[in-house]
């Protein structure tokens, strides 16, 4: 699944020339671990930012790699909470109160752990449950993502005018 979305990335990066600035990788329930994983890595430091919905804090997935020592492949485990601390860009955490398959709690356990950075927005709608939030509950749910998108934009600016300082600077 990391393969997939890193072939993905670069992808939209290599041949048609999107900047990593531009894009969002947006995970649900289980996808979010992967979601993560990616997020974290230096490759993606640039990345635009990052929409969790219903995330697991505790859940690892299995994830094959070729060993290119022996070209066996070997099983690696990725977990969410290792990873989380490691995403550069906004992340935009949405978990319904009423989600009876991945408690609320974990993303209280993911927000905990990234609010220091300034780069975490949170939104646990009341009625909100495992599947709901973009359907059922959609107008709230835009207009809280353009708050994101808007969120993303004044933190990248952000970016960009500390690096024209800095040359400035030289």
Same mark, same amino acid.
């Given at each position: 699944?990391?393969?997939?979305?890193?072939?993905?990335?670069?992808?939209?990066?290599?041949?048609?020339?999107?900047?990593?600035?531009?894009?969002?990788?947006?995970?649900?329930?289980? +996808?979010?671990?992967?979601?993560?994983?990616?997020?974290?890595?230096?490759?993606?430091?640039?990345?635009?930012?990052?929409?969790?919905?219903?995330?697991?804090?505790?859940?690892?997935?299995?994830?094959?790699?070729?060993?290119?020592?022996?070209?066996?492949?070997?099983?690696?485990?990725?977990?969410?909470?290792?990873?989380?601390?490691?995403?550069?860009?906004?992340?935009?955490?949405?978990? +319904?109160?009423?989600?009876?398959?991945?408690?609320?709690?974990?993303?209280?356990?993911?927000?905990?752990?990234?609010? #220091?950075?300034?780069?975490?927005?949170?939104?646990?709608?009341?009625?909100?449950?495992? #599947?709901?939030?973009?359907?059922?509950?959609?107008?709230?749910?835009?207009?809280?993502?353009? #708050?994101?998108?808007?969120?993303?934009?004044?933190?990248?600016?952000?970016?960009?005018?500390?690096?024209?300082?800095?040359?400035?600077?030289?």
């Amino acid at each position: 699944i990391t393969d997939d979305i890193v072939h993905v990335m670069s992808f939209c990066s290599n041949i048609i020339h999107i900047p990593f600035s531009k894009l969002i990788l947006f995970g649900h329930s289980i +996808g979010t671990i992967p979601t993560i994983h990616v997020s974290s890595l230096n490759t993606f430091r640039d990345l635009g930012g990052v929409v969790l919905i219903s995330p697991s804090s505790t859940g690892s997935i299995n994830d094959y790699k070729e060993d290119n020592k022996t070209k066996r492949r070997k099983l690696s485990t990725v977990n969410s909470n290792y990873n989380v601390n490691d995403i550069a860009c906004p992340v935009f955490l949405i978990h +319904g109160q009423k989600d009876n398959i991945i408690p609320v709690s974990h993303s209280h356990e993911l927000s905990e752990e990234i609010k #220091y950075s300034g780069k975490s927005y949170c939104w646990f709608p009341k009625k909100g449950t495992h #599947y709901n939030i973009m359907y059922d509950l959609r107008r709230k749910f835009y207009r809280k993502f353009m #708050y994101f998108l808007d969120l993303i934009e004044r933190f990248h600016k952000q970016i960009n005018d500390n690096l024209m300082f800095k040359s400035d600077l030289n």
